[in-house]
């Protein structure tokens, strides 16, 4: 299956994707959310959407041109893998990591696949990262490798946008660069796993203003998804619906020489094979209206 939500932000409804039409499904579902994943939710909707009583034609049809939102209702946590391909620790000037590295994402930058990018109040070098994120279907504690996949609710393209001067010239770890408002656009869809021929090939990209940028695949991920949620869940409990995203491959702006950061009016789009593709326009900060 192919999840969405839709419509204004904090209003979102479920929805699915069937043979390339948006349907609503918020009769059936309140929402992707904790709860949902945690109460077999998925299982339930497939076996909703396959009853032989059921036609597309009974559920709404959503209009193309409404926006959406990320496709998971804000999870309780973001976790992100840093420097997961060898060639982007090249690029960054780091050494390749012995150990998966950990850092957080706040849930305030969570936001849909075609909203705008902020650059934050005081930002000089916000960049860009293309990567494939996870989403946790089932409480995961103290996992081993073996089973790890069995926790997986799906896959979903993600955006970890990055202020590099906060994350590297600040002093402290990498959290206050990675977690400012807009930072975690993503989507369009979540994928579930069976939608998903082999979630190690596939091919990862990005451009800035039509011109290329990243391009990698999911084969070079130093370590793979199976270690990621084993090693993440031996130091924090996963709940359903929290998100892994995997790491990005070379190609960001701070590897560039010399480097390039987004601008106000810049257009990024990126997509996964299998997974869709999202585009986001920059904007600079502005103090909210009264």
């Known amino acids: 299956m192919k999840l969405i ?26 929402d992707y959310n904790e709860d949902f994943f945690a109460d077999n939710g998925l299982e339930r909707l497939r076996n909703h959407l396959n009853s032989p009583g059921l036609s597309a034609g009974i559920l709404p049809v959503v209009d193309p041109a409404v926006r959406l939102g990320p496709p998971v209702a804000r999870p309780s946590k973001l976790v992100c893998i840093g420097l997961n391909y060898e060639d982007h620790a090249r690029e960054t000037g780091a050494p390749i990591p012995a150990e998966p590295v950990l850092f957080m994402k706040a849930t305030t930058a969570y936001c849909g696949p075609f909203d705008d990018i902020i650059i934050p109040k005081n930002s000089s070098k916000t960049d860009w990262e293309v990567e494939l994120a996870v989403v946790i279907g089932r409480k995961a504690s103290y996992v081993d490798e073996a089973s790890a996949l069995q926790y997986v609710a799906g896959y979903c393209l993600h955006n970890d946008v990055s202020e590099r001067e906060f994350q590297l010239e600040r002093g402290g770890t990498w ?49 793979k998804i199976p270690t990621l949620i084993a090693y993440v869940s031996q130091f924090m409990t996963l709940l359903p619906g929290d998100i892994i995203s995997t790491g990005t491959p070379p190609g960001v702006g701070l590897g560039m020489k010399p480097p390039v950061y987004l601008q106000p009016g810049d257009v990024v789009e990126l997509g996964i094979d299998g997974l869709g593709t999202s585009r986001q326009r920059v904007r600079a900060y502005a103090p909210a209206s009264d």
């Open 175 to 223: 959290d206050k660069g990675k977690g400012c408002d807009t930072f975690a656009p993503i989507g369009p869809f979540l994928a579930t796993p069976d939608e998903i021929a082999d979630v190690n090939d596939l091919r990862l990209w990005l451009t800035v203003n039509g011109e290329p940028m990243q391009s990698g695949h999911t084969s070079s991920l130093i370590f």
């Open 5 to 30: 939500r839709f419509g204004e932000p904090g209003l979102e409804k479920p929805g699915v994707i069937l043979t390339d039409q948006w349907l609503d499904v918020s009769a059936i579902v309140m």
